[in-house]
């Protein structure tokens, strides 16, 4: 069967109780705060009017989102490939999802809020100690922020050393995409990637 109703949904599943439905929060407190200085990753998805959605990973060392208030945090836009999905949608909609993840912790975290693009002075001056300084920034006012359970992170085991594959068993991007788009050209090994990649990072 189709599930194509809220009804459908809860039928099937109910409601969120307990821990789960109050743990939702409208601001950071001392414990999101230190999530967000301990997380060198996230994943920022975003949708654009017409429901065309993006998920982009963004990353860089410890403290590379800034906690200016317990209300509004701002990620640089970081060098890229200047595709600039997200921000597009950002521009449209104003809406984002934050995941961050710590390496060796289960849990993660998880925020919702309001988001716009920003090439203000002082914004920027946050990042201007970065090999790369951003050209612009996303500042965003969270609506909800919440520790979202470990059991995804325990069932993929994503921290286990036994979960790693071998890195020559698996095809490099410059094969992938040499596949992917036809090219006769001689796929770009790893090691080009990472030299072409750390001027970038």
Not at 128 to 147: A, D, G, Q, R
Not at 160 to 179: A, C, H, V, Y
Request: with cysteine; proline share 4%.
């Amino acid at each position: 069967m189709k599930i194509s109703t809220e009804k459908q949904l809860r039928e099937l599943y109910g409601y969120a109780s307990g821990r789960a439905k109050d743990k939702v929060f409208s601001k950071l407190d001392k414990h999101a705060i230190n999530f967000i200085n301990k997380s060198p990753f996230l994943i920022l998805s975003s949708s654009s009017k017409e429901g065309k959605h993006d998920a982009s990973p963004r990353g860089g060392a410890l403290g590379f989102v800034k906690v200016i208030s317990d209300s509004e945090i701002i990620i640089p836009d970081s060098k890229g490939n200047n595709r600039v999905d997200s921000l597009s949608n950002i521009v449209e909609t104003g809406k984002v999802g934050l995941l961050f993840l710590v390496p060796g912790i289960d849990e993660t975290l998880r925020i919702n809020g309001n988001a716009y693009l920003s090439t203000d002075e002082d914004y920027l001056n946050l990042f201007i100690t970065e090999k790369n300084p951003p050209k612009s920034c996303i500042v965003i006012s969270i609506e909800e922020v919440f520790l979202h359970c470990a059991k995804a992170l325990l069932r993929s085991k994503l921290w286990d050393e036994s979960s790693k594959i071998n890195r020559d068993e698996f095809p490099t991007m410059g094969q992938m995409l040499k596949d992917q788009l036809g090219s006769k050209e001689a796929p770009e090994t790893r090691e080009a990637m990472v030299e072409r990649y750390q001027k970038d990072l």
